[in-house]
Nanobody, 126 residues
Framework: QVHLEESGGGLVQAGGSLRLSCTIT????????LGWFRQAPGKEREFIAA????????YYADMVKGRCTISRNNAKNTVYLEMNSLTREDTAVYFC???????????????????WGQGTQVTVSS
């Protein structure tokens, strides 16, 4: 059984930064593909960033590239998402997701992930 729990959301001023955490319990965390997605009201859940477990290669959506970093701490079974230069368009519920054991599906696609957290709200104020 894989369980994911996000933390670190809240209210952030435009131009500021945040770090979200996602603690994952379950087997083979160090080999899991891990992703961050977000969903704004009335919109589809969209890809933000991912980290491939076997290679540690990272992937980013164009809209966050250059201002976003995904990383993991295997000792803490935690994956992080750091974002800076936040704008109101970054306001959304942020979800972490895991693909355990890792498959070779499209890492950008939410359908490639089997397990999800409940999400954490991020609100960017102007």
């Amino acid at each position: 059984q894989v369980h994911l729990e996000e933390s670190g959301g809240g209210l952030v001023q435009a131009g500021g930064s945040l770090r979200l955490s996602c603690t994952i319990t379950g087997p083979k965390f160090d080999r899991a593909n891990l992703g961050w997605f977000r969903q704004a009201p009335g919109k589809e859940r969209e890809f933000i960033a991912a980290l491939r477990g076997i290679t540690d290669e990272t992937y980013y959506a164009d809209m966050v590239k250059g201002r976003c970093t995904i990383s993991r701490n295997n000792a803490k079974n935690t994956v992080y998402l750091e974002m800076n230069s936040l704008t109101r368009e970054d306001t959304a519920v942020y979800f972490c997701a895991a693909d355990v054991p890792p498959t070779f599906g499209n890492i950008y696609n939410k359908m490639s992930y089997d397990d999800w957290g409940q999400g954490t709200q991020v609100t960017v104020s102007s």
